[in-house]
């Protein structure tokens, strides 16, 4: 405990209050020996980031608690699935840096569950590099993360219906085997029927919404 605590910056003292606050998990013990790894000192210097970011002991506690009970990185993936985005690994402390302020609990547990976020042991693993680049865009636009994540999963609801409607298309003509490289096509279809629908909401709605 006492070399956890130098590594860690801290005194015993704080280190024991984290352990009863639950903030750290508990060691591994053999016997009267309780040992301490790179996880506990790992889950340490998170809380340290954290805390210089204005989150209270409380809110990380909860925080760790979703990060304890997130869904595995190995469930988030799959195994061997193809995929054309990019997973992004970050600490909770980089994930705390790209939505400042808007990293809670509701946030991180609604994240995961939307399965946009998994867990490898002291990091997080966002599915989509492309998705995470445009949802802190979007909260640095004062969009909040809340909503952002609301916004996205009714869009996934979408996707779904879309990418049905293509499989079921390109089945009736040829194979599944064809699937993979006529993806481009759908994907290109449901973008520029995207840029068609926003040109006639911008057209019909020009001056709702604008800032004062």
Not at 121 to 147: C, F, K, M, T, Y
Not at 163 to 181: G, N
């Amino acid at each position: 405990m006492e070399e956890l605590a130098r590594l860690a910056g801290i005194t015993v003292r704080t280190l024991r209050f984290y352990r009863e606050r639950k903030l750290i998990p508990p060691p591994r013990r053999e016997g009267r020996i309780a040992w301490y790894d790179d996880h506990h000192l790992a889950r340490l210097r998170t809380i340290a980031a954290l805390l210089e970011r204005g989150h209270t002991l409380s809110g990380i506690a909860e925080l760790a608690d979703a990060f304890d009970h997130g869904r595995d990185v190995g469930d988030l993936l799959g195994i061997g699935e193809p995929t054309e985005e990019t997973p992004v690994r970050l600490t909770p402390e980089e994930l705390a840096a790209r939505f400042e302020g808007e990293v809670t609990p509701e946030n991180l547990a609604a994240a995961m569950e939307l399965g946009y976020l998994g867990t490898d042991g002291d990091e997080l693993v966002h599915i989509s590099h492309r998705l995470l680049d445009v949802s802190s865009a979007l909260v640095r636009e004062g969009i909040p993360l809340a909503e952002v994540l609301d916004a996205g999963r009714r869009v996934r609801d979408h996707a779904e219906a879309l990418a049905d409607i293509f499989t079921e298309l390109i089945l009736r003509h040829a194979t599944a085997q064809d699937l993979p490289r006529l993806r481009p096509l759908a994907r290109s279809v449901v973008e520029a029927e995207l840029s068609l629908a926003l040109d006639r909401r911008l057209r019909e709605k020009p001056d709702e919404g604008q800032r004062p």
